[in-house]
């Protein structure tokens, strides 16, 4: 069975945003249809550690959480703690951290 692959380029356009397209790509994989109303729905993403960039930008994530809250208002993002010594290795430095890089509620 072959499996649907959805792409949209992240070039800027005039017509759409990037935030738009990805809203598209949500919503032409039909997430939507996959959560009920009363779902706890924990979206997993890498904050970053404080001071760097590698993470998915806040807007970004905003605009999914945004999408799911339309099928359940019991939506919440979410990391893991490292194993490593560093800003998340335990959960009251990790939440601090996601609050330094713009996860807040």
Same mark, same amino acid.
């Given at each position: 069975?072959?499996?649907? *692959?959805?792409?949209? $380029?992240? %070039?800027?356009?005039?017509? !759409? $945003?990037?935030?738009?397209?990805?809203?598209?790509?949500?919503? %032409?994989?039909?997430?939507?249809? *996959?959560?009920?109303? #009363?779902? %706890?729905?924990?979206?997993? *993403? &890498?904050?970053?550690?404080?001071?760097?960039?590698? /993470? =998915?930008? +806040?807007? /970004? =994530?905003?605009?999914?959480?945004?999408?799911?809250?339309?099928?359940?208002?019991? *939506? /919440? +993002?979410?990391?893991? #703690?490292?194993?490593?010594?560093?800003? %998340? !290795? #335990?959960?009251?430095? $990790? =939440?601090?951290?996601?609050? &330094?890089?713009?996860?807040?509620?």
């Amino acid at each position: 069975m072959k499996s649907k *692959v959805f792409f949209t $380029n992240c %070039r800027a356009s005039p017509k !759409k $945003n990037l935030l738009e397209k990805l809203k598209t790509l949500y919503l %032409r994989a039909e997430f939507d249809r *996959v959560f009920d109303e #009363n779902d %706890r729905i924990a979206v997993k *993403v &890498h904050w970053g550690e404080k001071g760097n960039t590698s /993470f =998915i930008p +806040v807007p /970004f =994530i905003r605009t999914i959480v945004d999408e799911v809250k339309k099928s359940s208002p019991y *939506v /919440f +993002v979410t990391d893991t #703690n490292t194993l490593y010594t560093g800003e %998340r !290795k #335990n959960a009251i430095e $990790n =939440i601090r951290t996601a609050a &330094h890089n713009g996860f807040t509620l």
